[in-house]
């Protein structure tokens, strides 16, 4: 299972919205709603922002959004804040019961 | 407060064994699946190896099976991770995250991880 495939750095100034993107196959993010997105903080663990394309966990902002569309899922932030850079990965359930991350985004806060 | 905290990483050579263990709390540790999961030095998230909240059903990436196998305890709240015939290429962190559910969807909440070095 090859890993998804995701920019390997993304930036914006605060208050801009940025895209990231998260290509698979029809394996995985194209026949799977188990795509989900992680924000990671240097030195930190790997914290959940979206779960099944589209939905946040408890406490986290509405300046995250999910979306996908045939082999490609998006994850947006609008209103970037300086918090927002880390590193992002996306993650999908595979038609052979693993899940694959994406190479995993750089966000830089300009 | 839900926390996972792995331990058991260290240095082995190549070949050798390793088990890592991942202790729960906070939770209903008998009602969720557990990942593992690593990150090489340099690289990206590496899925490894999920079981499934009755300990019935295991999934592994290609590159351990045969060689990794998972496990739990219940009556200790403890996940583990049994690593064999280890590789250099199998150098990295090693974190346990509990799913979102019993059966598999996402990776809730993770560890810190534990670093396992495989070297001569």
């Known amino acids: 299972q090859s890993a998804l495939t995701q920019p390997a750095s993304v930036s914006g100034s605060p208050g801009q919205s940025i895209t990231i993107s998260c290509t698979g196959a029809?394996?995985?993010?194209?026949?799977?709603?188990?795509v989900s997105w992680y924000q990671r903080h240097p030195g930190k663990a790997p914290r959940l922002i979206i779960y099944?394309?589209?939905n946040r966990p408890s406490g986290v902002s509405d300046r995250f959004f999910g979306s996908k569309s045939g082999n490609t899922a998006s994850l947006t932030i609008s209103g970037l804040q300086t918090e927002d850079e880390a590193e992002y990965y996306c993650?999908?359930?595979?038609?052979?019961?693993?899940?694959?991350f994406g190479g995993g985004t750089t966000l830089t806060v300009l | 407060q839900v926390q996972l905290v792995e331990s058991g990483g260290g240095v082995v050579q190549p070949g050798g064994s390793l088990r890592l263990s991942c202790a729960a709390s906070?939770?209903?540790?008998?009602?969720?699946?557990i990942h593992w999961v690593r990150q090489a030095p340099g690289k990206g998230l590496e899925w490894v190896a999920f079981?499934?909240?009755?300990?019935?059903?295991?999934y592994y990436v290609e590159s351990v099976k045969g060689r990794f196998a998972i496990s739990r305890d219940d009556s200790k709240n403890t996940m583990y991770l049994q690593m064999n015939g280890l590789r250099p290429e199998d150098t990295a962190v090693y974190s346990c995250?509990?799913?979102?559910?019993?059966?598999?969807?996402?990776?809730?909440?993770w560890g810190q991880g534990t670093l396992v070095s495989v070297s001569s």
């Open positions: 029809g394996s995985d993010v194209g026949t799977y709603n188990y």
């Open positions: 995250a509990k799913d979102w559910t019993k059966w598999g969807n996402c990776l809730e909440i």
């Open positions: 099944e394309v589209n």
């Open positions: 993650c999908s359930y595979t038609g052979t019961s693993t899940w694959v």
């Open positions: 079981m499934r909240f009755d300990g019935n059903t295991e």
């Open positions: 906070g939770f209903s540790f008998r009602g969720y699946g």
